[in-house]
């Protein structure tokens, strides 16, 4: 059984600081991860995906990878109350699908 | 930017009545998806269609669902016989490879179905 397991929160931080959103999965078979932003009532949208261990990069967004510890993380620096929203983790083995996990909420308050 | 289109937003239904929801995929993206948000829940795999046929479904995926592309650009899902707990948000979703090959889901806005 595929799982991916995040802590629902909420995580408050104040605006200006680094959020640290983690997730946490099963199938050691899994290759790329994946986070999705989710606003209230809405789709997912796609941050950023990481296939190799260590860190990556995007603009104020870092993900990164332990695949022996079997964790993947978010940092968001700089956070603004925009980027108060759910945070989905994702995961997928193979040719499979993604796997989501339930998502971790983020308030940032100015 | 090239969008996932899903019809109706919102769709009201009565228990045991057959619904259709729609999906026009981005137009060069190969791989399409259903998925599922139960209010408050995660969200959860239904379907995946390649090439014309279904390449993974899930155990939610029971013979109430099915799904087809009619033409080369609608993709839909049908439930043939609605309960209350199909209520959810119904997200389609497409992408040029697959995921495992690093490429992520574009999903559309999706359609809140609601079952009374």
């Known amino acids: 059984q595929k799982e991916v397991e995040q802590n629902s929160g909420p995580l408050s931080v104040p605006e200006g600081a680094i959020a640290s959103l983690n997730c946490t999965y099963s199938d050691r078979g899994s290759q790329s991860f994946f986070w999705y932003r989710q606003y209230s009532g809405k789709s997912p949208e796609l941050i950023m995906f990481i296939y190799s261990n260590g860190d990556k990069e995007d603009g104020r967004f870092t993900a990164q990878l332990n695949k022996a510890s079997q964790y993947v993380s978010l940092l968001i620096r700089d956070s603004q109350p925009s980027d108060s929203a759910t945070y989905l983790c994702?995961?997928?083995?193979?040719?499979?699908?993604?796997?989501f996990g339930k998502g971790t909420m983020l308030l940032v308050s100015p | 930017e090239p969008e996932v289109t899903q019809t109706p937003s919102h769709q009201v239904t009565q228990m045991g009545q057959e619904v259709i929801l729609r999906c026009v995929p981005i137009s060069n993206h190969l791989y399409f998806y259903w998925y599922r948000q139960i209010l408050g829940q995660k969200v959860e795999f239904l379907v995946s269609?390649?090439?014309?046929?279904?390449?993974?479904k899930s155990e939610i995926f029971d013979d109430q669902f099915s799904v087809e592309r009619p033409d080369g650009s609608n993709f839909t899902l049908k439930i043939r016989s609605t309960k209350l707990e199909d209520s959810a948000m119904y997200f389609c979703?497409?992408?040029?490879?697959?995921?495992?090959?690093?490429?992520?889901?574009?999903f559309g806005s999706g359609t809140r179905l609601t079952v009374v």
């Open positions: 269609f390649y090439n014309n046929e279904i390449s993974e």
């Open positions: 979703a497409s992408s040029e490879s697959l995921p495992g090959a690093n490429y992520g889901y574009t």
């Open positions: 994702a995961s997928a083995a193979g040719y499979s699908t993604l796997t």
